[in-house]
């Protein structure tokens, strides 16, 4: 049944006038890389830079059809919303689309401009989602959903019939993964046509809630998601999307941020565009899956699925992006001390050198080296060395705050993360800041959509009670950090 509906999608006649048909480009720099012949699905190359406009278009076109009067509502972070907006603006319908109101402005702006009545409502998704269905229920319009619906999934599935009717010979197809329509619909397709094509999907490795409810065999909703690749950071899959992935997906594979913001650059290489960090999550995902599985010669499709990035990300995925070893090594405080430490690395490149005076007899100081090469266990015959290389604690916060010592009295150390919008770090300030002492505090903004502070409190034993009493006041996610 699903072939003949995303045939009957993609002869419609107004299709190929809204939806491209977007290209399938073998990257040359990737495949000389990784030694396959490594295709991107440019479906960052769609009038809304997102492969969200296929099933936003064929649902929207289904129920204009059915009902000229219809109104629509969605609640989207993004790209599905722009998907939405651009398709009813092509049918003149009256379109609400409900975002969190930490959503970029960028895309705020976006949504506007192709016609869609923009409502910022809560602090995210699901705060979102609960006013869109108010309105669906009190307006009485029709609520499309993002990922859970099968004209939805169909229009997805189109990339799959495009992928399948442009390359005969096809090994493995990597397919970003939130809350499963993407993959759900190019996967079944493909299987239906060729089982024997792999189907991998991929997520981040703190927003994998497909991956989790697969080995679960259960829906399983996740607790937090992290927003770096706010694409697809889906607490919860759908119902319809996890029957189908079930039956069709092969394998899932999750990445870090920083194997995301690897990719970014990898893809810019070979097409000088920049995706999103959702959008290059089948490539971060093949990479790893290649180098994991030793694969070679094998023909691997990565579907890019959009390029909504907002820019001030860029700074922080440029220093993400370099695969650099973070080490945080002790020396002796005395004259000469640098020199020596700086001759055991070279010719490696230092590509960042943290250090602060103490009146203490030994110094820390943290270094970024650009290639790993046994460097590590050269420079631990010499001096103390820590790796922190994996430690997102020390790449995002610590290695910012030379000259800490760690050792103040009653001192708490906590990360708290709080919606990044104008004037909220103020307002977080305030909360934090009218009792306690803070022995120390490091924030930048990381172009997210949520701040990550690390705060250093002094609190006695007979404060205890009330800091835990206002920990849980104050609605920020939270957790103790040791450093």
Known sequence: MITTLVKQVCNNNNWRSVVKKTPLQLGITSSNQFNNNMFFKREDLQNTFSFKLRGAYNKIRKLYKNNRNVKIVTCSAGNHAQGVAYSCDIFNIDSKIVMPTITPSIKIEQVKRYGGEVILHGDNYDEASSKAIELSEKENRELIHP??????????????KEIIEELKDIDYVFVPVGGGGLISGVG?????????????????????????????????????????????????????TFNICK?????MVTVTNDE???????????????????????????????NKNKIKNKNIINIISGANMDFKRLRYITERSENEVLLNITIPEKTGSFKKLYNSIFPINVTEFRYRYTNNKEASVYISLGNKNNIVDKLSK?????????????????????????????????RFLFPERPGELGQFLNKISYQWNITLFHYRNSGGIEGDVLVGIQVSDNDLNDFNTFLNSINYKYCEEKL
Do not use: W
């Open 147 to 160: 990922y859970d619906d099968v004209d939805i999934i169909t229009g997805a599935a189109t990339i799959g």
């Open 188 to 240: 079944l397709y493909i299987k239906l046509i060729n089982p024997n094509i792999k189907i991998i999907g991929v997520e981040s490795n703190k927003s994998c809630s497909m991956n989790v409810s697969l080995k679960k065999r259960e829906i399983t909703e996740l607790s937090m998601v992290d927003t770096f690749a706010d694409g697809t950071a889906v607490k919860k899959v759908g119902e319809i």
């Open 247 to 251: 039956k069709f997906v092969d394998e």
């Open 260 to 290: 995301i913001c690897t990719s970014i650059k990898q893809l810019y290489l070979d097409t000088r565009n920049i995706a999103e960090p959702s959008g290059v999550l089948s490539l971060a995902g093949s990479i790893k899956y290649i």
């Open 382 to 414: 010499k001096y103390e060395v820590i790796n922190l290389s994996e430690d997102e604690l020390a790449k995002e916060h610590t290695k910012y705050l030379i000259g800490y010592t760690g050792e103040l009295p009653c001192e708490k150390i906590y």
